[in-house]
């Protein structure tokens, strides 16, 4: 069992409430940060080499650092808008520990000097948000927030944002527009929300658990939490397991431990007498991996060494009685409806895949169509404001190359039915 | 009149309507001859204060609108407008683009079925078929596939009225509909928030 930070005694009853949080030793790295200097805070937290939970993996210590110097109003915001399909860490985190993460915003507002804070929560999650009303309330009354925290120079107001259900408000831009009030349309980048952000001032961007992470750093010491995981990829994660397993839930890892540990030590693998088919290693964005790749350790490198990537750390597992086109339509239907509509490769592209995996089912495809498809992933991705377009060529791209023969069964097979064309042999163990 | 192009009918609802052209855009409204209920006005100004920029109030102040009114109606959006200073067309754009924020009546117990790739994998799409059935045509339901609501542990699962349950099996569905017209909780040993973590060395 490797080491619990985020999750260490996660369900103990109260833990919500400032009382309990305090009693187990809570906002004492608060009280270490303040005591120490700015550029010392931040230097612990560039000393961790902790990457961003979120899903791109960005060292979070040199995101605060890129914060410019000065007396303007800077931003912190907390991304708790967690759509990734398959993601659920920040759920059950924000439930369960809300302070972890208001402390943790707390000492990453003083490291990047900001002043104002929000937390961009979804608005599916209003038992989340009902928690952290409180949370923050009990902090202001506990001084921990609001002017001169704890008699120090550093003053910081915290903001719980609602959404109200918008897959692209995960986006960071797509976020601060919707904070700022408007629809969530991404932004074009450079100038990045570091610079230019929330009202057009500096904005640190973060995931909840990145945050919670912070308290963490601080107390252990950043060299300290550097050496667990892998040397690229430091620290605990959680990782949200879903799909054909046994025991899917959340579960916090060293990074670096084996995939097939985690999928069929901790989840349980799927049902007995069914086999793994192929599996997300990082949200519903990632390219799929087949079974061969499970041997591989579950951290930033090895994933994207393996044409992949860890994203949010949500392992979706996808056994072998599910047709691998059932998921590719769903996988498009969502992205179609989540495309905010601004950049026209996404909007269109999204729209044009799904129309031709459903020519599919329909019958009408031939196999050319699937190179069809590879060429429309192909426009779509690095061409569009944000990438939630590349979100859904990425894994749909790498289904398409990695279960050919399948697809092309199944089109042979749908066009046998639907009465066009000769019918085909379906080939050996293709689904039916 | 059929915009010729869409002829063969579009997505986007009222997109092939024609605009009545004699017709001036709607401004902001005007205050003296707008009707504001005083719980809905304490609201929005409460949420306009909390932002450095009042129009961060925008989606805080549409939910307020739309749990007095029961959705995001003309009548709605104007009283939020009245007390934003805003266009109606402003806030019929943000209305718009956001799923929680429903542009039609609708019923008044709203049931997410969660129908994305880890829930679909475990039966969601049979459970949205067996709870659209249990409800029937009962117009205070307002039962809808939605898109993944961060809960795959408990898949196939459903947010009914905020409150997370699962997993779900297809029994379920009827007790789901029923607890909801009695207005019980729902499915108590089924919810999410009583729900221990799966990690075993959390415990310890």
């Given at each position: 069992?490797s080491q619990k930070l985020l999750f260490d005694r996660i369900d103990e009853p109260g833990l919500a409430t400032l009382a309990v949080y305090e009693a187990r030793g809570g906002y004492a790295s608060l009280k270490r940060a303040l005591a120490m200097p700015?550029?010392?805070?931040?230097?612990?937290?560039?000393?961790?080499?902790?990457?961003?939970?979120?899903?791109?993996?960005?060292?979070?210590?040199?995101?605060?650092?890129?914060?410019?110097?000065?007396?303007?109003?800077?931003?912190?915001?907390?991304?708790?808008?967690?759509?990734?399909?398959?993601?659920?860490?920040?759920?059950?985190?924000?439930?369960?520990?809300?302070?972890?993460?208001?402390?943790?915003?707390?000492?990453?507002?003083?490291?990047?000097?900001?002043?104002?804070?929000?937390?961009?929560?979804?608005?599916?999650?209003?038992?989340?948000?009902?928690?952290?009303?409180?949370?923050?309330?009990?902090?202001?009354?506990?001084?921990?927030?609001?002017?001169?925290?704890?008699?120090?120079?550093?003053?910081?107001?915290?903001?719980?944002?609602?959404?109200?259900?918008?897959?692209?408000?995960?986006?960071?831009?797509?976020?601060?527009?919707?904070?700022?009030?408007?629809?969530?349309?991404?932004?074009?980048?450079?100038?990045?929300?570091?610079?230019?952000?929330?009202?057009?001032?500096?904005?640190?961007?973060?995931?909840?658990?990145?945050?919670?992470?912070?308290?963490?750093?601080?107390?252990?010491?950043?060299?300290?939490?550097?050496?667990?995981?892998?040397?690229?990829?430091?620290?605990?994660?959680?990782?949200?397991?879903?799909?054909?397993?046994?025991?899917?839930?959340?579960?916090?890892?060293?990074?670096?431990?084996?995939?097939?540990?985690?999928?069929?030590?901790?989840?349980?693998?799927?049902?007995?007498?069914?086999?793994?088919?192929?599996?997300?290693?990082?949200?519903?964005?990632?390219?799929?991996?087949?079974?061969?790749?499970?041997?591989?350790?579950?951290?930033?490198?090895?994933?994207?060494?393996?044409?992949?990537?860890?994203?949010?750390?949500?392992?979706?597992?996808?056994?072998?009685?599910?047709?691998?086109?059932?998921?590719?339509?769903?996988?498009?239907?969502?992205?179609?409806?989540?495309?905010?509509?601004?950049?026209?490769?996404?909007?269109?592209?999204?729209?044009?895949?799904?129309?031709?995996?459903?020519?599919?089912?329909?019958?009408?495809?031939?196999?050319?169509?699937?190179?069809?498809?590879?060429?429309?992933?192909?426009?779509?991705?690095?061409?569009?404001?944000?990438?939630?377009?590349?979100?859904?060529?990425?894994?749909?791209?790498?289904?398409?190359?990695?279960?050919?023969?399948?697809?092309?069964?199944?089109?042979?097979?749908?066009?046998?039915?639907?009465?066009?064309?000769?019918?085909?042999a379906v080939a050996a163990g293709a689904h039916a | 009149m059929t915009v010729a192009r869409f002829g063969h009918g579009s997505r986007i609802p009222g997109w092939d309507d024609a605009v009545d052209l004699t017709k001036d855009p709607a401004g902001i409204?005007?205050?003296?001859?707008?009707?504001?209920?005083?719980?809905?006005?304490?609201?929005?100004?409460?949420?306009?204060?909390?932002?450095?920029?009042?129009?961060?109030?925008?989606?805080?102040?549409?939910?307020?609108?739309?749990?007095?009114?029961?959705?995001?109606?003309?009548?709605?959006?104007?009283?939020?407008?009245?007390?934003?200073?805003?266009?109606?067309?402003?806030?019929?754009?943000?209305?718009?683009?956001?799923?929680?924020?429903?542009?039609?009546?609708?019923?008044?117990?709203?049931?997410?079925?969660?129908?994305?790739?880890?829930?679909?994998?475990?039966?969601?799409?049979?459970?949205?078929?067996?709870?659209?059935?249990?409800?029937?045509?009962?117009?205070?339901?307002?039962?809808?596939?939605?898109?993944?609501?961060?809960?795959?542990?408990?898949?196939?699962?459903?947010?009914?009225?905020?409150?997370?349950?699962?997993?779900?099996?297809?029994?379920?569905?009827?007790?789901?509909?029923?607890?909801?017209?009695?207005?019980?909780?729902?499915?108590?040993?089924?919810?999410?928030?009583?729900?221990?973590?799966?990690?075993?060395?959390?415990?310890?």
């Open positions: 069992v700015r550029e010392a805070v931040l230097q612990e937290l560039l000393d961790s080499g902790l990457r961003g939970r979120g899903g791109a993996g960005f060292a979070m210590g040199k995101k605060a650092s890129f914060l410019p110097k000065g007396t303007m109003d800077k931003y912190l915001v907390c991304n708790a808008d967690e759509s990734e399909p398959g993601t659920f860490k920040d759920r059950e985190l924000m439930q369960k520990s809300p302070h972890m993460l208001v402390e943790g915003m707390i000492i990453a507002a003083f490291a990047a000097d900001a002043n104002r804070s929000f937390i961009y929560i979804r608005g599916e999650y209003e038992q989340q948000a009902e928690i952290l009303e409180v949370a923050i309330a009990e902090a202001e009354a506990a001084g921990y927030l609001g002017e001169r925290i704890l008699g120090s120079e550093h003053s910081l107001s915290l903001v719980l944002h609602r959404g109200a259900g918008a897959y692209i408000c995960g986006e960071e831009t797509g976020l601060l527009d919707s904070l700022e009030g408007k629809r969530g349309n991404p932004r074009l980048k450079p100038p990045f929300p570091a610079n230019q952000g929330l009202y057009q001032g500096p904005t640190l961007i973060n995931n909840v658990e990145t945050l919670a992470t912070v308290p963490h750093i601080i107390q252990m010491g950043g060299q300290e939490y550097a050496k667990l995981g892998t040397e690229t990829s430091t620290g605990t994660k959680l990782v949200s397991v879903s799909g054909n397993v046994q025991r899917p839930g959340n579960y916090e890892i060293e990074l670096g431990m084996p995939s097939r540990e985690i999928i069929f030590g901790l989840a349980g693998g799927p049902d007995p007498g069914r086999e793994v088919k192929f599996w997300f290693p990082g949200g519903s964005s990632s390219p799929v991996l087949l079974p061969q790749d499970l041997d591989l350790p579950y951290d930033f490198d090895s994933m994207a060494k393996a044409g992949s990537m860890l994203g949010s750390g949500a392992i979706i597992v996808v056994d072998d009685t599910i047709p691998v086109i059932d998921v590719a339509l769903k996988l498009a239907k969502f992205y179609r409806h989540e495309s905010c509509g601004k950049c026209t490769p996404c909007r269109e592209g999204t729209n044009w895949t799904v129309k031709m995996l459903e020519r599919i089912e329909d019958g009408e495809a031939t196999p050319m169509d699937l190179d069809i498809i590879a060429s429309v992933q192909d426009q779509i991705m690095g061409n569009c404001l944000c990438v939630l377009g590349d979100a859904m060529a990425m894994p749909l791209a790498s289904m398409v190359s990695k279960f050919r023969d399948e697809f092309e069964a199944h089109i042979e097979l749908r066009r046998s039915q639907a009465g066009l064309g000769l019918p085909v | 409204p005007d205050p003296a001859n707008t009707d504001v209920p005083e719980a809905l006005r304490s609201q929005v100004e409460a949420a306009m204060a909390k932002y450095p920029d009042f129009r961060s109030a925008a989606i805080p102040a549409l939910h307020a609108a739309q749990e007095l009114h029961g959705w995001c109606s003309p009548e709605a959006i104007e009283q939020v407008a009245c007390v934003m200073r805003l266009t109606p067309a402003y806030l019929t754009a943000v209305a718009t683009f956001y799923d929680m924020l429903e542009t039609k009546p609708v019923g008044r117990h709203t049931v997410y079925v969660c129908t994305n790739i880890s829930c679909s994998l475990r039966g969601a799409d049979e459970l949205y078929a067996a709870v659209q059935e249990a409800a029937g045509d009962d117009p205070d339901f307002n039962v809808r596939a939605f898109e993944c609501l961060g809960a795959c542990d408990i898949a196939p699962m459903a947010s009914v009225n905020g409150a997370y349950v699962g997993p779900l099996a297809l029994t379920d569905a009827q007790q789901l509909v029923e607890d909801l017209r009695a207005g019980r909780e729902v499915l108590p040993e089924k919810q999410l928030s009583r729900r221990a973590c799966a990690d075993p060395g959390a415990a310890a």
